[in-house]
Protein backbone atom coordinates (compact mmCIF):
# COMPACT_ATOMS: atom_id res chain seq x y z
CA UNK A 1 0.00 0.00 0.00
CA UNK A 2 1.65 3.19 -1.26
CA UNK A 3 0.47 6.89 -0.41
CA UNK A 4 3.21 7.69 -3.42
CA UNK A 5 1.81 6.57 -6.23
CA UNK A 6 1.16 8.70 -9.15
CA UNK A 7 -2.66 7.95 -8.48
CA UNK A 8 -2.37 9.02 -4.28
CA UNK A 9 -0.51 11.52 -5.17
CA UNK A 10 -3.02 13.31 -8.36
CA UNK A 11 -5.96 12.64 -6.25
CA UNK A 12 -4.38 14.74 -3.20
CA UNK A 13 -3.73 17.25 -5.47
CA UNK A 14 -7.23 17.58 -6.64
CA UNK A 15 -8.38 17.47 -3.21
CA UNK A 16 -6.45 20.36 -2.55
CA UNK A 17 -7.17 22.29 -5.41
CA UNK A 18 -10.73 22.07 -4.72
CA UNK A 19 -10.14 23.62 -1.38
CA UNK A 20 -8.34 26.57 -3.13
CA UNK A 21 -10.60 27.19 -5.49
CA UNK A 22 -13.46 27.31 -3.15
CA UNK A 23 -11.74 29.67 -0.90
CA UNK A 24 -11.39 32.12 -3.84
CA UNK A 25 -15.43 32.73 -3.42
CA UNK A 26 -15.87 33.23 -6.58
CA UNK A 27 -19.05 31.50 -7.96
CA UNK A 28 -18.05 30.64 -11.44
CA UNK A 29 -15.12 28.83 -10.00
CA UNK A 30 -17.62 26.34 -7.85
CA UNK A 31 -18.42 24.13 -11.02
CA UNK A 32 -14.26 22.91 -10.79
CA UNK A 33 -14.91 22.07 -6.95
CA UNK A 34 -17.44 19.56 -8.17
CA UNK A 35 -15.72 18.20 -10.71
CA UNK A 36 -12.00 18.16 -8.90
CA UNK A 37 -13.69 16.07 -5.83
CA UNK A 38 -15.42 13.73 -7.91
CA UNK A 39 -12.13 12.85 -10.07
CA UNK A 40 -10.29 12.90 -6.25
CA UNK A 41 -12.02 10.41 -5.55
CA UNK A 42 -12.25 8.26 -8.82
CA UNK A 43 -8.45 8.11 -8.49
CA UNK A 44 -8.22 7.20 -4.83
CA UNK A 45 -10.54 4.15 -5.59
CA UNK A 46 -8.36 2.57 -8.51
CA UNK A 47 -5.37 3.17 -6.58
CA UNK A 48 -6.71 1.23 -3.96
CA UNK A 49 -7.65 -1.51 -6.63
CA UNK A 50 -4.30 -1.58 -7.81
CA UNK A 51 -2.72 -1.88 -4.66
CA UNK A 52 -4.90 -5.08 -4.03
CA UNK A 53 -3.36 -6.42 -7.10
CA UNK A 54 -6.76 -5.62 -9.41
CA UNK A 55 -6.43 -4.11 -12.60
CA UNK A 56 -8.11 -1.35 -13.16
CA UNK A 57 -7.94 -1.30 -17.03
CA UNK A 58 -11.39 -2.85 -18.98
CA UNK A 59 -10.55 -6.07 -20.73
CA UNK A 60 -10.06 -5.38 -24.43
CA UNK A 61 -10.58 -1.74 -24.40
CA UNK A 62 -8.54 1.04 -23.76
CA UNK A 63 -10.06 2.61 -20.87
CA UNK A 64 -10.05 2.36 -17.16
CA UNK A 65 -12.48 1.16 -15.25
CA UNK A 66 -15.65 3.68 -14.06
CA UNK A 67 -17.07 4.55 -10.85
CA UNK A 68 -19.58 2.01 -11.13
CA UNK A 69 -16.93 -1.04 -11.65
CA UNK A 70 -14.62 0.10 -9.37
CA UNK A 71 -17.07 0.16 -6.20
CA UNK A 72 -17.98 -3.66 -7.16
CA UNK A 73 -14.11 -4.72 -8.07
CA UNK A 74 -13.33 -3.27 -4.91
CA UNK A 75 -16.32 -4.81 -2.94
CA UNK A 76 -14.96 -8.20 -4.08
CA UNK A 77 -11.37 -7.86 -2.65
CA UNK A 78 -13.27 -6.90 0.93
CA UNK A 79 -12.93 -2.75 0.96
CA UNK A 80 -16.11 -1.43 1.78
CA UNK A 81 -17.30 2.04 0.52
CA UNK A 82 -20.06 3.24 3.12
CA UNK A 83 -19.82 6.76 1.66
CA UNK A 84 -21.37 5.56 -1.42
CA UNK A 85 -24.78 6.98 -1.58
CA UNK A 86 -22.80 10.45 -1.03
CA UNK A 87 -20.01 9.80 -3.77
CA UNK A 88 -22.85 8.31 -6.00
CA UNK A 89 -25.01 11.79 -5.38
CA UNK A 90 -21.21 13.64 -6.39
CA UNK A 91 -20.62 12.25 -9.16
CA UNK A 92 -24.71 12.18 -10.26
CA UNK A 93 -23.67 16.39 -10.30
CA UNK A 94 -20.26 15.99 -11.47
CA UNK A 95 -22.00 14.42 -14.72
CA UNK A 96 -24.57 17.24 -15.00
CA UNK A 97 -22.15 20.06 -14.75
CA UNK A 98 -19.70 18.50 -17.35
CA UNK A 99 -22.68 17.92 -20.10
CA UNK A 100 -24.85 20.99 -19.45
CA UNK A 101 -24.30 24.50 -18.41
CA UNK A 102 -24.51 24.83 -14.64
CA UNK A 103 -23.23 26.83 -11.51
CA UNK A 104 -23.76 25.05 -7.94
CA UNK A 105 -24.25 27.11 -4.77
CA UNK A 106 -21.70 27.81 -2.55
CA UNK A 107 -23.69 25.57 0.27
CA UNK A 108 -24.01 22.64 -2.49
CA UNK A 109 -20.13 22.86 -2.94
CA UNK A 110 -18.87 22.93 0.48
CA UNK A 111 -21.37 20.19 1.19
CA UNK A 112 -19.74 18.26 -0.45
CA UNK A 113 -16.31 19.64 0.08
CA UNK A 114 -16.87 18.33 3.90
CA UNK A 115 -18.11 14.71 2.90
CA UNK A 116 -15.62 14.11 0.82
CA UNK A 117 -12.96 15.43 3.18
CA UNK A 118 -14.89 13.01 5.81
CA UNK A 119 -14.86 10.23 3.19
CA UNK A 120 -10.55 10.80 2.52
CA UNK A 121 -9.97 11.19 6.68
CA UNK A 122 -11.63 7.47 6.70
CA UNK A 123 -10.61 5.99 3.71
CA UNK A 124 -6.56 6.97 3.93
CA UNK A 125 -6.70 5.65 8.18
CA UNK A 126 -8.17 2.19 7.15
CA UNK A 127 -6.88 1.42 3.87
CA UNK A 128 -3.50 3.36 4.09
CA UNK A 129 -2.83 4.10 7.38
CA UNK A 130 -2.04 7.76 6.68
CA UNK A 131 -3.49 10.73 7.90
CA UNK A 132 -5.37 12.68 6.16
CA UNK A 133 -4.26 16.47 7.54
CA UNK A 134 -0.41 15.09 7.75
CA UNK A 135 -1.01 14.52 3.51
CA UNK A 136 -2.56 17.96 2.66
CA UNK A 137 -0.05 19.66 4.95
CA UNK A 138 2.31 19.44 1.93
CA UNK A 139 -0.30 20.69 -0.46
CA UNK A 140 -2.37 23.45 1.73
CA UNK A 141 -1.56 26.15 3.82
CA UNK A 142 -2.19 26.20 7.63
CA UNK A 143 -5.64 28.53 7.04
CA UNK A 144 -7.29 26.13 4.25
CA UNK A 145 -6.38 23.19 6.65
CA UNK A 146 -8.75 24.94 9.17
CA UNK A 147 -11.74 25.74 7.02
CA UNK A 148 -11.44 21.52 6.23
CA UNK A 149 -11.14 21.17 9.77
CA UNK A 150 -8.28 19.84 9.04
CA UNK A 151 -5.91 22.12 11.54
CA UNK A 152 -3.99 21.45 14.45
CA UNK A 153 -5.36 22.46 17.61
CA UNK A 154 -3.48 25.36 18.27
CA UNK A 155 -5.18 26.87 14.93
CA UNK A 156 -7.88 29.07 16.42
CA UNK A 157 -11.39 27.59 15.19
CA UNK A 158 -13.73 31.25 15.56
CA UNK A 159 -11.00 32.42 13.16
CA UNK A 160 -11.62 29.68 10.89
CA UNK A 161 -15.32 29.80 10.95
CA UNK A 162 -14.69 33.71 9.89
CA UNK A 163 -12.61 32.83 7.56
CA UNK A 164 -15.62 30.60 5.91
CA UNK A 165 -18.79 32.99 6.84
CA UNK A 166 -16.56 35.37 4.63
CA UNK A 167 -16.65 32.53 1.92
CA UNK A 168 -20.35 31.65 2.69
CA UNK A 169 -22.26 32.52 5.55
CA UNK A 170 -24.18 29.04 5.32
CA UNK A 171 -21.42 26.99 5.13
CA UNK A 172 -20.36 28.47 8.13
CA UNK A 173 -23.37 28.15 9.97
CA UNK A 174 -23.44 24.52 8.85
CA UNK A 175 -19.74 23.77 10.30
CA UNK A 176 -20.26 25.27 13.22
CA UNK A 177 -23.44 23.63 14.75
CA UNK A 178 -21.93 20.51 13.63
CA UNK A 179 -18.90 21.62 16.09
CA UNK A 180 -21.54 21.85 18.29
CA UNK A 181 -23.81 18.91 17.88
CA UNK A 182 -20.41 16.97 18.60
CA UNK A 183 -19.76 19.08 22.02
CA UNK A 184 -23.38 18.16 23.06
CA UNK A 185 -22.95 14.41 22.38
CA UNK A 186 -19.90 14.67 24.55
CA UNK A 187 -22.02 16.30 27.55
CA UNK A 188 -25.38 14.08 27.30
CA UNK A 189 -24.79 10.40 28.10
CA UNK A 190 -27.69 9.40 25.51
CA UNK A 191 -28.45 5.53 24.94
CA UNK A 192 -28.63 4.68 21.25
CA UNK A 193 -31.76 4.56 19.97
CA UNK A 194 -33.61 1.29 20.01
CA UNK A 195 -34.12 1.25 16.00
CA UNK A 196 -30.11 2.36 15.56
CA UNK A 197 -31.09 5.67 14.28
CA UNK A 198 -28.49 8.49 15.23
CA UNK A 199 -29.22 10.22 18.34
CA UNK A 200 -30.08 13.60 18.57
CA UNK A 201 -28.81 15.77 20.72
CA UNK A 202 -31.32 18.82 21.02
CA UNK A 203 -34.95 16.06 20.61
CA UNK A 204 -33.79 14.67 24.08
CA UNK A 205 -35.76 15.38 27.09
CA UNK A 206 -33.15 16.41 29.03
CA UNK A 207 -31.46 18.82 26.07
CA UNK A 208 -33.21 22.16 27.54
CA UNK A 209 -32.52 21.32 31.28
CA UNK A 210 -28.69 21.56 30.15
CA UNK A 211 -28.91 24.45 28.45
CA UNK A 212 -30.23 26.04 31.50
CA UNK A 213 -27.63 24.38 33.82
CA UNK A 214 -24.72 25.30 30.66
CA UNK A 215 -26.22 29.20 31.19
CA UNK A 216 -26.70 28.77 35.35
CA UNK A 217 -23.12 27.26 35.48
CA UNK A 218 -21.97 30.37 33.67
CA UNK A 219 -20.80 28.05 30.53
CA UNK A 220 -22.71 30.00 28.19
CA UNK A 221 -24.69 33.27 28.09
CA UNK A 222 -28.80 33.46 29.05
CA UNK A 223 -29.11 35.31 25.57
CA UNK A 224 -27.75 31.56 23.76
CA UNK A 225 -30.45 29.62 25.67
CA UNK A 226 -33.30 31.75 24.15
CA UNK A 227 -31.91 32.00 20.65
CA UNK A 228 -30.70 28.43 20.24
CA UNK A 229 -34.22 27.76 17.88
CA UNK A 230 -33.03 30.93 15.85
CA UNK A 231 -29.34 29.06 15.51
CA UNK A 232 -31.37 25.79 14.79
CA UNK A 233 -33.60 26.92 12.51
CA UNK A 234 -30.80 28.83 10.70
CA UNK A 235 -28.76 25.35 10.23
CA UNK A 236 -32.00 23.81 8.86
CA UNK A 237 -32.21 26.54 6.43
CA UNK A 238 -28.44 26.26 5.56
CA UNK A 239 -28.64 22.41 5.42
CA UNK A 240 -32.30 22.27 3.54
CA UNK A 241 -31.86 25.64 1.06
CA UNK A 242 -33.64 24.67 -1.67
CA UNK A 243 -36.80 24.01 0.62
CA UNK A 244 -36.60 27.54 1.43
CA UNK A 245 -36.24 29.39 -2.28
CA UNK A 246 -38.42 31.86 -3.41
CA UNK A 247 -38.95 33.07 0.35
CA UNK A 248 -38.73 37.03 0.92
CA UNK A 249 -36.97 36.62 4.27
CA UNK A 250 -33.44 35.99 5.05
CA UNK A 251 -31.98 34.06 7.57
CA UNK A 252 -30.34 36.51 9.99
CA UNK A 253 -26.26 34.53 9.12
CA UNK A 254 -24.74 36.72 11.47
CA UNK A 255 -26.79 36.54 14.85
CA UNK A 256 -26.65 33.09 14.48
CA UNK A 257 -23.24 32.76 14.30
CA UNK A 258 -22.44 34.89 17.53
CA UNK A 259 -24.82 32.16 19.28
CA UNK A 260 -22.35 29.23 17.47
CA UNK A 261 -19.75 31.16 18.85
CA UNK A 262 -20.78 31.55 22.61
CA UNK A 263 -21.80 27.50 22.83
CA UNK A 264 -18.74 26.16 21.24
CA UNK A 265 -16.72 28.82 24.04
CA UNK A 266 -18.69 27.50 26.43
CA UNK A 267 -18.80 23.74 25.74
CA UNK A 268 -15.50 23.66 25.10
CA UNK A 269 -14.83 24.76 28.50
CA UNK A 270 -17.77 22.49 30.19
CA UNK A 271 -15.71 19.69 28.58
CA UNK A 272 -12.54 20.83 29.59
CA UNK A 273 -13.75 21.31 33.64
CA UNK A 274 -15.82 17.91 32.83
CA UNK A 275 -19.14 19.40 33.80
CA UNK A 276 -20.93 16.21 32.38
CA UNK A 277 -19.30 14.90 35.92
CA UNK A 278 -20.27 17.31 38.24
CA UNK A 279 -24.00 17.74 36.56
CA UNK A 280 -24.49 14.32 37.34
CA UNK A 281 -22.79 13.78 40.57
CA UNK A 282 -24.93 17.04 41.59
CA UNK A 283 -28.15 15.28 40.06
CA UNK A 284 -27.80 12.24 42.44
CA UNK A 285 -27.37 14.56 45.53
CA UNK A 286 -30.77 16.77 44.61
CA UNK A 287 -32.63 13.80 43.75
CA UNK A 288 -35.60 12.63 45.92
CA UNK A 289 -35.95 9.35 47.46
CA UNK A 290 -38.87 7.28 46.32
CA UNK A 291 -41.99 8.08 47.78
CA UNK A 292 -43.22 4.91 49.85
CA UNK A 293 -46.33 3.44 49.19
CA UNK A 294 -49.19 4.39 52.22
CA UNK A 295 -49.64 1.52 54.40
CA UNK A 296 -53.55 0.48 54.18
CA UNK A 297 -54.97 1.01 57.70
CA UNK A 298 -58.32 0.67 56.55
CA UNK A 299 -57.97 -2.74 56.27
CA UNK A 300 -61.20 -3.64 53.83
CA UNK A 301 -63.53 -0.98 55.37
CA UNK A 302 -63.27 1.45 52.56
CA UNK A 303 -65.82 4.31 52.71
CA UNK A 304 -66.38 4.08 56.65
CA UNK A 305 -65.84 7.05 58.86
Request: proline share 6%; glycine share 4%; aromatic share 8%.
Amino acid sequence: MSDKSPLFVSAMELLAHATELYTLGNERKYKFVILHLANAIELILKDRLIDKGVSIYIPKKPQTLGIWESFDQLANVGVNVPERPMIELLIDDRNTIQHRFGFPNAQTVYYYLEQVVTFFRRFLDNEYGVDLADVLKDHLSRENLSILGLAEQEVNEEAALDRLFALSPASAVLQAFNLIESCFLALIDLKPSARGRPVIPWQHPDFPHLLNDLANEGYISPESVGKFRLLLDTRNRAAHAAHFQGEESLPNWAEAMEVAKDLLRGLARAIQEDFAATRKERGKRSARPPMEEPEDSTDGDEGKD
